[in-house]
């Protein structure tokens, strides 16, 4: 049964709790022929594109071994409305995913199994180690004498462990048992050992370290042989109120194996920060006023698959500052357009001499490079060198005092990057999707949220793994690619490519989505893997060829007549030359929109993994 749920009977005397047993999921899972076929991808030298290829991965025990399940633990929360009143709950989601799983096809939300969801009231009040008992004992099982799995007829032993907890930084530090808070905390964050004082004044990873396992414990162990009085007072010197739950783990190192999430502290908050400092910039210095800026931001033609500001964003004038609402793929959607929104409104003529706006680049560089599903050893380098500089840059425009408390998480970017890889991999944006699913719909069971968000989650996903005979479906890990509109071609189109073959049947489309990424005619793509300085060559879309499993690109060429230093973005133009690439060749996978600003072409690489603002300000 895809979709047993054991209700954790504790919990539920008093307080709701759902929690999907983890062995059965994770057995269901690996028994697909499909699953085990893809866990152990190939990855290309040098370039890192995934997480088992990074430098933690390789040094543990236990996870160098190339067939060791790596599990990744995400937390987010979600508010979900009432539908007869205004209260909202705030619920706790708990989700997983297995490491081994090639990206693209970990980057889709079905691929996330729901762990547990308990109500944050109750997970305040009860804790973390009633609802995740069960996961500890499956990975303490995984950890010894392994998992056995049937596949094709044939036992398998698995083991492995858990790898990764991913979540924002608040509620990990709650679920490690920390003293949260920003502001009262001696130590504002669990992870590292800086202080109220130096959180504004830190700009290298390197004058920040993270926290030691060995003296944590022996703090923990102060703590738990105090008496009462002594026990707060401890509590309070050391900002920990209890154990971890987490260090039941065997080898687990909560400080070294939590990840930031670069949604909830970028998306969610140094980039709000930054764009409500720049917007009041603007508004001060008279260029231009918040209702025309909001009419900018609105009327931009933002790409068709992409998510956009709604017609309910708004900025308004409180307390002498710009405020707005924006959830974090909007906040994406803003960063990579505001150049040529201020472009377009010959704002940039105004802005582009001031330290305000150099700031928001480098910011969104840092962006670029955080969002890149590939990425190399010297885009690690850049991204620490790029961290100090913003730092540095926002300070000059803005002071430090306006940095957040998470502007001081950008410092342990690199390093986390060193250990696991792209950030991407390990953030929360993936959730969004999954939470505006459970967002649209009327709830009637309202009072018991938590099974309501368990039934319907396991239902989608039983719904891709089985089929309603109860019969397992082999397409659960990918359904396969979207194509549109399709058009036969003649046999002769063939010699178009050397793949393409004159016997089999032909096809041309406008559109393709694959592995969730959709290309349409009209937009382009990044032809060479374009180590800058060296000029990026873009290639627009002319058409889509399509014949089985192989796309084609039929590309025109174009040339970049100059990158646009006060925008970040190239400016091409078209030559009169094409020509055919497959799709699967693309090193930078996302497609990359045209936009025409006053007979200019202009081509925005972002997100990107490469670094290209140069150093000389
Ligand atoms: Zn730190």
């Known amino acids: 049964n895809a979709f047993s749920k054991k209700k954790q009977r504790h919990v539920l005397r008093i307080h709701k709790a759902q929690y999907i047993p983890f062995k059965e999921s994770l057995i269901n899972l690996l028994k697909k022929p499909e699953v085990y076929e893809s866990l152990n991808c190939p990855s290309r030298a040098n370039i890192m594109t995934d997480l088992s290829t990074r430098s933690f991965c390789y040094q543990h025990p236990v996870f160098?071994?190339?067939?060791?399940?790596?599990?990744?633990?995400?937390?987010?929360?979600?508010?979900?409305?009432?539908?007869?009143?205004?209260?909202?709950?705030?619920?706790?989601?708990?989700?997983w995913t297995l490491a081994n799983l090639p990206r693209f096809v970990r980057s889709q939300d079905r691929c996330v199994f729901l762990l547990a969801c308990i109500e944050k009231q109750h997970l305040k009040q009860y804790g973390f180690t009633i609802v995740l008992d069960d996961f500890f004992c499956t990975i303490e099982e995984l950890q010894t004498h392994g998992i056995p799995v049937t596949i094709n007829e044939k036992l398998h032993i698995f083991k492995g462990s858990l790898l990764l907890i991913c979540g924002d930084i608040l509620d990990l530090s709650q679920m490690h048992g920390f003293k949260c808070a920003f502001r009262l905390g001696r130590k504002p964050f669990f992870y590292c050992d800086v202080n109220q004082d130096t959180i504004r004044r830190i700009n290298k990873g390197s004058e920040c370290h993270l926290r030691k396992l060995e003296k944590y414990d022996k703090n923990c162990m102060a703590i738990d042989f105090a008496n009462e009085r002594e026990k707060a007072r401890?509590?309070?010197?050391?900002?920990?109120?209890?154990?971890?739950?987490?260090?039941?783990i065997n080898n687990f190192d909560i400080f070294h194996q939590t990840g930031i999430d670069i949604m909830h502290a970028l998306l969610e908050g140094i980039c709000q920060r930054e764009l409500k400092l720049l917007l009041k910039h603007i508004q001060q210095q008279k260029f231009a006023n918040l209702s025309s800026l909001t009419s900018m931001i609105r009327n931009f033609q933002y790409g068709c698959n992409e998510p956009s500001p709604s017609d309910k964003f708004n900025l308004s004038s409180e307390d002498n500052e710009a405020k707005f609402r924006a959830s974090a793929s909007e906040m994406l959607s803003l960063f990579k357009y505001i150049p040529f929104i201020f472009h377009q409104s010959h704002l940039t003529e105004l802005i582009s001499a001031s330290v305000g706006w150099h700031s928001f680049l480098l910011l969104r560089e840092i962006i670029s490079i955080s969002l890149a599903s590939e990425i190399d050893i010297t885009s690690i380098e850049k991204l620490e060198e790029l961290v100090t500089r913003y730092l540095i840059t926002f300070d000059n425009a803005y002071g430090y005092v306006q940095r957040i408390p998470k502007h001081h998480l950008l410092v342990h970017f690199g390093e986390q990057m060193h250990r696991f890889g792209s950030l991407r991999f390990t953030s929360c944006m993936i959730f969004e999707k999954k939470h505006s699913f459970f967002k649209r719909i009327k709830y009637r069971n309202f009072r018991n949220i938590a099974f309501t968000l368990a039934d319907r989650h396991q239902h989608y996903i039983a719904s891709l793994m089985?089929?309603?005979?109860?019969?397992?479906?082999?397409?659960?890990?990918?359904?396969g690619h979207q194509i549109k509109k399709v058009k036969e071609l003649d046999s002769s189109a063939a010699k178009l490519h050397y793949l393409l073959d004159m016997e089999k049947n032909l096809y041309e489309t406008n559109q393709v989505t694959l592995f969730g990424i959709t290309y349409v005619v009209g937009e382009a793509v990044l032809i060479n893997d374009s180590v800058f300085p060296i000029d990026p060559v873009f290639g627009k879309i002319l058409t889509i060829i399509v014949q089985d499993k192989i796309v084609l690109l039929r590309l025109q060429l174009m040339q970049v007549i100059v990158f646009n230093q006060k925008l970040c973005?190239?400016?091409?133009?078209?030559?009169?030359?094409?020509?055919?690439?497959?799709?699967?060749?693309?090193?930078?996978?996302?497609?990359?929109?045209?936009?025409?600003?006053?007979?200019s072409l202009f081509a925005s690489l972002f997100p990107y993994g490469r670094f290209y603002l140069t150093s000389n300000e």
């Open 569 to 599: 973005v190239y400016e091409v133009r078209l030559l009169d030359s094409s020509v055919t690439k497959n799709v699967y060749e693309l090193k930078h996978v996302w497609p990359v929109r045209l936009l025409k600003i006053s007979n």
């Open 64 to 95: 160098k071994l190339p067939d060791s399940l790596k599990i990744i633990l995400f937390y987010d929360d979600i508010g979900i409305d009432n539908p007869l009143g205004t209260r909202t709950k705030s619920v706790g989601m708990f989700y």
């Open 466 to 479: 089985y089929t309603c005979s109860n019969a397992a479906t082999s397409s659960f890990l990918y359904s």
């Open 234 to 248: 401890l509590q309070k010197k050391y900002g920990i109120i209890s154990l971890s739950p987490f260090r039941k």
